[in-house]
C-alpha cells in the first residue's frame, strides 16, 4: 500500500480570521507564532509552495516587551541610496513611535523572502491601539502559548 502526500490547492483551503493582543507579550516568540499562522505551518494540509495560511490582526502592538537590554542596544537601520543617507533607530524609539512598523519587520524576517513571502505578509494587520477596522469578518480572539 503506497501513502500518498497530500498537496493543498487555493481552492481546498478555507482562511480564518485571528485576532491577536501583544500586550506584554516577548516580541521574537510572539512574532514567530504569527509568522507560524500566516504561513499555515500549525495545520495538517500543509504546502510549501500553497499560500495555505490564516489572517492575523494584532491589537495593542504599543504595548509589545523587550527583556534584557534590548530597548537600549538593538538597532534598526534603514539606508536611502544616498551617501550618508544611514538613519539609526534603537528599539525604545520603535515601540514608542512606530510599534507597527516594529512587529511588521519581525514578522517579515519570519517568513519567505519570495513573492509567496510577500502574499503571505499581506495577510497581517497591525495597529498599535485595541481598535481595528476588521470587525466585518467576525475575527476569533487566539491566545499564543509559548
Known sequence: MERQTTIAKESDIQRKWYV??????PLGRFCSQIAVILTGKNKPIYTPNVDCGDY???IN????????EKLDQKKYYNVSQYAGGLRTRSAK???EKYPVELIERCVHGMVPKTKLGRKI??????YAGPE????????????LKY
Open 56 to 58: 492575523v490582526i494584532v
Open 20 to 25: 491577536v493582543d501583544a500586550t506584554d507579550q
Open 93 to 95: 524609539e520603535m515601540v
Open 61 to 68: 502592538a504599543e504595548k509589545i516587551s523587550l527583556s534584557g
Open 121 to 126: 505578509e499581506k495577510k497581517l494587520f497591525v
Open 132 to 143: 481595528h477596522k476588521q470587525q466585518a469578518q467576525q475575527p476569533e480572539p487566539l491566545t
